[in-house]
């Protein structure tokens, strides 16, 4: 049985986001489930060397569908002991996103920035750069 997830949710997420996770979610079972935490990661990342940041999604389950509620995507930040720390964070509950650097954007800003991370995320999933984990909870 697949998987029908909410696209019509706030801020709005391209379709190529969508296809990332319904192409992970493909063999999960809906029914052994209520909420879905997939976490793509790039095993080569650090403080010292970069590389492709984390990101983590979350889903729950809303009566037929699953709904989006957040996507948080994950940096190394200072110095001289760098911590990761949430870089660019989605949060559908609030509908709002959040920037490291400029804090919780306007809409227009949202939009410019869910349409680059989301382009870059799907870009780098295609590479093979991520390893992902699926959890079911």
Not at 105 to 130: C, P, Q, W
Request: aromatic letters at 14%; one cysteine or more; a negative charge.
């Amino acid at each position: 049985m697949k998987l029908i997830i909410n696209r019509n949710q706030l801020p709005l997420m391209p379709n190529r986001f969508y296809q990332v996770i319904e192409k992970e979610l493909a063999e999960v079972d809906p029914k052994v489930a209520n909420a879905i935490t997939l976490n793509f990661r790039d095993p080569d990342y650090s403080a010292e060397d970069g590389g492709f940041h984390p990101v983590e999604i979350r889903l729950e389950k809303q009566q037929e569908h699953w709904r989006l509620v957040y996507v948080t995507d994950f940096a190394y930040r200072g110095h001289p002991y760098p911590e990761l720390v949430k870089d660019i964070d989605i949060c559908f509950n609030s509908k709002q996103v959040y920037n490291l650097f400029s804090g919780w954007t306007g809409e227009r800003e949202s939009r410019s920035l869910i349409n680059l991370f989301t382009h870059n995320f799907a870009t780098y999933f295609d590479m093979g750069v991520y390893k992902v984990k699926v959890s079911l909870n």
